[in-house]
T-cell receptor, first 115, second 112 residues
Framework: AQSVTQLGSHVSVSEGALVLLRCNYS??????LFWYVQYPNQGLQLLLK??????LVKGINGFEAEFKKSETSFHLTKPSAHMSDAAEYFC?????????????FGTGTRLTVIP | GAGVSQSPSNKVTEKGKDVELRCDPI?????LYWYRQSLGQGLEFLIY????????KSGLPSDRFSAERTGGSVSTLTIQRTQQEDSAVYLC??????????FGPGTRLTVT
């Protein structure tokens, strides 16, 4: 079964500081990997996705993530945090072997940006 | 264009009642998904429809939950004999595989 683990349910950074949100997956075959963001009282919005092309994936709002097979990781980063980045972030995986498109989500990381 | 819409946005019901939640996917999207977001369980996959194929119901938590998709478009998630543990935000998403899933704003269900 596919699963992802997000380390840290809450992360706080100062405005302008580096954002690093961690995600590790468990699968013998590299899956498709996604990062979603959820702003308060809103639905989920896709930030970026990895589907076996370039291992460094650039997304919206200045975020990027690097797929590292050796570490089974797909950490999300942004060089400089903005106040508007405060939200909850979810890492998700889908199983490329079955072709199924349903997503399995991590437990989420709430990002707080301190002015 | 219009995104995924869900109705109602909020639903309060008494324990034991049945509820129906509606999802209108993006026009032309062949795949439709239901997820549940709750404090205790995080975001869980419930059910997945793809075209005319039999739905993947592997995420439904009990036989009180069912869903249908009429005409390959609108979907209804039905919860029978609601329990307090059913309180959650129910999210619908649609996609044109292998494209990304677009999520609706969700329906917040509260069972009293």
């Amino acid at each position: 079964a596919q699963s992802v683990t997000q380390l840290g349910s809450h992360v706080s950074v100062s405005e302008g500081a580096l954002v690093l949100l961690r995600c590790n997956y468990s699968s013998s075959v590299p899956p498709y990997l996604f990062w979603y963001v959820q702003y308060p009282n809103q639905g989920l919005q896709l930030l970026l996705k990895y589907t076996s092309a370039a291992t460094l994936v650039k997304g919206i709002n200045g975020f990027e993530a690097e797929f590292k097979k050796s570490e089974t990781s797909f950490h999300l980063t942004k060089p400089s945090a903005h106040m508007s980045d405060a939200a909850e972030y979810f890492c998700a995986v889908s199983d490329r072997r079955t072709g199924a498109n349903n997503l399995f989500f991590g437990t989420g990381t709430r990002l707080t940006v301190i002015p | 264009g219009a995104g995924v819409s869900q109705s109602p946005s909020n639903k309060v019901t008494e324990k034991g009642k049945d509820v129906e939640l509606r999802c209108d996917p993006i026009s032309g999207h062949t795949a439709l998904y239901w997820y549940r977001q709750s404090l205790g369980q995080g975001l869980e996959f419930l059910i997945y429809f793809q075209g005319n194929s039999a739905p993947d119901k592997s995420g439904l938590p009990s036989d009180r939950f069912s869903a249908e998709r009429t005409g390959g478009s609108v979907s209804t998630l039905t919860i029978q004999r609601t329990q307090q543990e059913d309180s959650a935000v129910y999210l619908c998403a649609s996609s044109f595989p292998p494209g990304e899933q677009y999520f609706g704003p969700g329906t917040r269900l509260t069972v009293t």
